[in-house]
Nanobody, 127 residues
Framework: QLHLVQSGGGLVQSGGSLRLSCAVS????????ISWFRKAPGKEREGVSC????????AYAGSVKGRFTVSRDLVENTVYLQMNSLKADDTAVYYC????????????????????WGQGTQVTVSS
């Protein structure tokens, strides 16, 4: 059974960095597409980044491109979201999500594509 456990997050000053982790069990990462989403108070949940079932496929929302980097460790079966140059607008609960049935080279940022979710982790950026 596919299971995602998140770690990382916390409070950081504007301009700082944080790294989120999403440890996966039940499937090997090379069979999964993993996307990161975030939900800020009063806003819809939005897709942030995606890493596909091959290393060269990634996707980013325009609001984070150039600041966030998604990566994966196949040995640890973990996906990471490195967040640099954080802004107050990045404050949200962040979620990772997985899908084992997407075709190759497809990396969506739409939440309806994903059925397995991590528990969420709070990221707060103080201005």
């Amino acid at each position: 059974q596919l299971h995602l456990v998140q770690s990382g997050g916390g409070l950081v000053q504007s301009g700082g960095s944080l790294r989120l982790s999403c440890a996966v069990s039940g499937f090997t990462l090379n069979r999964l597409v993993i996307s990161w989403f975030r939900k800020a108070p009063g806003k819809e949940r939005e897709g942030v980044s995606c890493i596909g079932n091959s290393d060269d496929i990634t996707a980013y929302a325009g609001s984070v491109k150039g600041r966030f980097t998604v990566s994966r460790d196949l040995v640890e079966n973990t996906v990471y979201l490195q967040m640099n140059s954080l802004k107050a607008d990045d404050t949200a609960v962040y979620y990772c999500a997985a899908n084992e049935e997407l075709p190759p080279r497809y990396c969506p940022l739409t939440e309806f594509e994903f059925g397995a979710w991590g528990q969420g982790t709070q990221v707060t950026v103080s201005s």
